[in-house]
C-alpha cells in the first residue's frame, strides 16, 4: 500500500495589519488581513484574498480566491465562498479565467453556514444562517433563504 503525500497547514506570503488574532490550525496564504481582525480556528484563506480592518471570521470557514472582504465584517463559522460557478458542467479547475470575483461591502454580516457564490454584497447586509447567496445584493437589509431574498429592513 502506498503512503500518502502529507502537508501541513501552514501561514505563509500574508500582510497582516495591526493586531490581528489567528486560533491555530490555519490555513492562509497569499491574503491581506487587516488591522484588528480575528481568524478562527480550521480557517482557510486562500491567494489574493483582502481581508479589511476589524473582521472576525469564525471557524471552519473557506475563503476561496477573487474574495475581497470590507471593514467590520463578520463571517459566521462554516461559510463557504465559492468562485466556479460550473458554467461548464463540471469544475473549471485550474482554469482561472473561468473563476469569477466576490466584493462583500462595509459592516456586513453572514451567518454560520452559509454559500456565498461571485456576488457583490452591498455595505449594512444580514445574510442569515444556511443562505444561498447567488444573486447581487445592492441595497441593506436581512436576506435569508435559498436562493436568498431580502425579508427585511435594517
Known amino acids: 500500500m502506498a503512503e500518502p503525500i502529507l502537508a ?6 500574508v500582510r497582516f495589519g495591526d493586531l490581528v488574532k489567528v486560533v491555530k490550525p490555519v490555513n492562509l496564504y497569499g491574503c491581506e ?8 480556528p480550521f480557517v482557510e484563506i486562500q491567494k489574493k484574498v483582502k481581508i479589511g480592518q476589524r473582521c472576525k471570521v469564525q471557524s471552519h470557514t473557506f475563503i476561496c480566491e477573487l474574495v475581497e472582504i470590507g471593514h467590520d465584517c463578520f463571517i459566521g463559522h462554516g461559510v463557504m465562498f465559492i468562485n466556479d460557478l460550473f458554467e461548464e458542467g463540471k469544475p473549471a479547475g485550474g482554469d482561472q479565467s473561468k473563476w469569477r470575483a466576490t ?7 453572514i451567518g454560520s453556514n452559509a454559500t456565498i457564490l461571485p456576488v457583490n454584497i452591498a455595505d449594512h447586509v444580514v445574510i442569515g444562517a444556511g443562505a444561498v447567496v447567488t444573486k447581487d445584493i445592492n441595497e441593506p437589509g436581512v436576506y435569508a433563504g435559498n436562493p436568498a431574498k431580502k425579508i427585511r429592513d435594517l
Request: charge should be negative.
Open 8 to 13: 501541513e497547514a501552514d501561514i505563509r506570503d
Open 33 to 40: 488581513i487587516g488591522d484588528n481582525s480575528f481568524i478562527g
Open 103 to 109: 466584493c462583500i461591502g462595509n459592516h456586513v454580516s
